[in-house]
């Protein structure tokens, strides 16, 4: 069965009490148990377990090609519950231009001694991982964290090559898709052993989520590891809310149509700012003109993701004037949802950004190209 049909007919067979072909919403936190103190139903408290946020995990597990997945109370919760479950001493390997709240946790986490070290990569080119493979000194565990295309600068990294350079080095290899979604890229297939998501963002889709996943390849199911990651979630108590499930779940039906028009509708926005007299680059993977659009074009399907950045002539002052005069684009963090959306992300980000202080992040919604283009040139003009 195809993916999209897969998702679009989830969770896949009618209620069986009721033959409804949406799925309900269970809020019960806890079930009956029997008379040996089994539990006939399948469920014991929804800590652990919620019959409404299985069916997300089962869909979300075989989109992304993976064994299973597990739904978190937000893309944060996720990643700080596989890095709480990795050995004490992990040393990462992360690109230095990445989600900045999660860059800035691993570098508090090393200043309180929980973390081993924190090498960043500056760019997305195996050359530069390889380097920085060879420089950690392999004496505990690693992890490497890889984000592609990267926010909000558009990298693109060689999922296979870097992957390959992290085994061999005796890493862990976990991937973000936020960005690309399992519509245009699967990152198991490419090595990673985890895959991660802020699943707030484009597999919700309508901006009133707040969730995050993991979803593990065949060879970490199983482990010690996934084991205590599941643990994790439960004993933190980070886990997704049945109503938040149900609407995941709701978001998920219609994550191809989304992310298909969202991604062709970026492309033209990027292709008219690229022709710009007023714009200095354009980062967007599926431009001929970036530096990863070979590598995307092999590793991305069916298009290059919702995510365009760039940089206006006149340095920041130029970027902050544009900002200023944007009407259909709204200035708010976030990215993924049906509006499309606009930030100056080095004034959001702040001290220590690698971020160049003019370019403009623009999450692409589900608006007509024209209209998105027209404001945009109205704003540099």
């Known amino acids: 069965m195809d993916p999209s049909t897969r998702a679009a007919r989830a969770p896949g067979q009618p209620d069986p009490t009721m033959r409804g072909l949406v799925a309900p919403i269970y809020p019960s936190t806890t079930y009956e148990r029997g008379r040996e103190g089994d539990y006939p ?149 490419f090595g990673a052993d985890v895959v991660f998501h802020s699943a707030t963002k484009q597999l919700n889709g309508h901006g009133d989520v707040l969730a995050g996943a993991l979803v593990c390849s065949d060879e970490l199911a199983g482990t010690e590891l996934w084991a205590r990651v599941r643990h994790e979630r439960a004993y933190r108590g980070a886990v997704l809310g049945p109503f938040e499930a149900w609407l995941l779940l709701r978001g998920m039906r219609t994550l191809f149509v989304r992310v298909a028009r969202s991604s062709a509708t970026a492309f033209e926005v990027a292709a008219a700012l690229a022709e710009h007299p007023s714009v200095a680059e354009v980062r967007y993977p599926g431009l001929p003109s970036h530096p990863g659009h070979d590598i995307a074009a092999r590793q991305m399907h069916d298009g290059f993701g919702m995510l365009v950045s760039f940089r206006p002539t006149g340095g920041e002052e130029a970027a902050r004037r544009a900002l200023g005069r944007l009407t259909l684009f709204t200035d708010a963090t976030s990215l993924g949802s049906t509006e499309s959306l606009v930030e100056h992300r080095a004034r959001i980000e702040g001290e220590g950004t690698p971020v160049p202080a003019d370019l403009l992040r623009l999450s692409i919604g589900l608006e007509h190209a024209d209209d998105l283009i027209g404001d945009l040139r109205q704003a540099l003009d």
């Open 41 to 189: 139903g399948g469920h014991s408290y929804s800590r652990d377990q919620n019959p409404t946020v299985e069916p997300a995990e089962e869909l979300l597990a075989a989109l992304e090609e993976g064994t299973e997945a597990l739904l978190f109370s937000s893309g944060m919760a996720a990643a700080t519950a596989l890095l709480d479950a990795l050995d004490p001493g992990t040393h990462v390997i992360a690109p230095a231009r990445m989600y900045w709240t999660l860059r800035r946790w691993f570098e508090r986490e090393v200043e309180r001694g929980r973390l081993a070290g924190l090498t960043l990569v500056d760019g997305p080119e195996e050359e530069r991982w390889a380097a920085a493979f060879a420089e950690h000194d392999h004496t505990g565990p690693t992890l490497a964290w890889l984000e592609t295309p990267s926010n909000p600068m558009g990298d693109v990294i060689d999922l296979i090559e870097v992957a390959e350079l992290a085994h061999e080095a005796g890493a862990l290899v976990a991937a973000d898709n936020t960005t690309a979604t399992p519509v245009h890229t699967r990152p198991l297939e």
